[in-house]
Nanobody, 123 residues
Framework: QVQLVESGGGSVQAGGSLRLSCAVS????????LAWFRQVLGKEREGVAN????????DYDDSVKGRFTISLNSAKDTLYLDMASLKPEETGMYYC????????????????WGQGTQVTVSS
């Protein structure tokens, strides 16, 4: 059974940086995807970055490209999201998620979720 536990959220001023972590367990097959989602006030949950475990190939939504970095540690049991140049409108809950297979950009079919971690960006 896949389990995901996020940590690292907090408060930061606009323009600042934050690193989120997600402890990953129970994924037996590298033919799987991990992703970071966020839900900001008034909007639906959206995927912002994903990574394919077997190759550690990352991909990003245009809204965060160049500012956020998704990565895995060498053991592939911790997922990170390094966020820079944060904006107040990016305040919300951030979740890591997992799904089997490839096509990691298909955010609608992620089926395992962490509990989320709050990110607050003040102006």
């Amino acid at each position: 059974q896949v389990q995901l536990v996020e940590s690292g959220g907090g408060s930061v001023q606009a323009g600042g940086s934050l690193r989120l972590s997600c402890a990953v367990s129970g994924i037996a097959d590298g033919h799987s995807c991990l992703a970071w989602f966020r839900q900001v006030l008034g909007k639906e949950r959206e995927g912002v970055a994903n990574i394919y475990l077997r190759t550690s190939t990352p991909d990003y939504d245009d809204s965060v490209k160049g500012r956020f970095t998704i990565s895995l540690n060498s053991a592939k049991d911790t997922l990170y999201l390094d966020m820079a140049s944060l904006k107040p409108e990016e305040t919300g809950m951030y979740y890591c998620a997992a799904k089997p297979g490839s096509y990691c950009y298909r955010y609608s079919i992620y089926n395992t979720w962490g509990q989320g971690t709050q990110v607050t960006v003040s102006s």
